[in-house]
C-alpha cells in the first residue's frame, strides 16, 4: 500500500502563489507516477499536471501551463506543485495521486491507485 499526505493549501489573493506537498509513504517503491487532480464544487474532477518517479516527463493542463511547476524530491520521497499567478477560478479542492503505470496519457483519474485525503486551495478575488 501507498500512502499519501498532502499539505500547503489555503487561502491566497488572485495574482499570489501557493506550494503543495505530497508526501508519500508505504510501498513506493511501485510508483512510477504521481500526479495533481483538482475538483471545484458542483465540478468534475480535473488533472491538472503529472510527473513520473524519474522527473524526466511532466504534463499539464492547458489552463494552467505557464503558471504551474510539478516538481518532485525523490529523497524525500515528496513531490511539489507550485502554483504561482493564482486565479478565483483556481479554487478547489486538490489531490495527490500515484499510480503503477508510467505510459501517457497521465490525465485518466481511474488510472491512479492511490489517493491523498485532498487540500483545499482557495483564491479570493
Known amino acids: 500500500q501507498v500512502q499519501l499526505v498532502e499539505s500547503g493549501g489555503g487561502l491566497v489573493q488572485a495574482g499570489g502563489s501557493l506550494r503543495l506537498s505530497c508526501a508519500a509513504s508505504g510501498s513506493i517503491s511501485v510508483i512510477r507516477t504521481m500526479g495533481w487532480f483538482r475538483q471545484a464544487p458542483g465540478k468534475e474532477r480535473e488533472f491538472v499536471a503529472a510527473i513520473s518517479w524519474s522527473g524526466s516527463t511532466t504534463d499539464y493542463t492547458d489552463s494552467i501551463k505557464g503558471r504551474f511547476t510539478i516538481s518532485r524530491d525523490n529523497a524525500k520521497n515528496t513531490v511539489y506543485l507550485q502554483m504561482n499567478s493564482l486565479k478565483p477560478e483556481d479554487t478547489a479542492v486538490y489531490s495527490c495521486?500515484?499510480?503503477?503505470?508510467?505510459?501517457?496519457?497521465?490525465?485518466?483519474?481511474?488510472?491512479?491507485?492511490?489517493w491523498g485525503q485532498g487540500t483545499q486551495v482557495t483564491v479570493s478575488s
Open positions: 495521486a500515484a499510480r503503477q503505470g508510467f505510459s501517457a496519457p497521465f490525465n485518466l483519474y481511474r488510472s491512479y491507485g492511490y
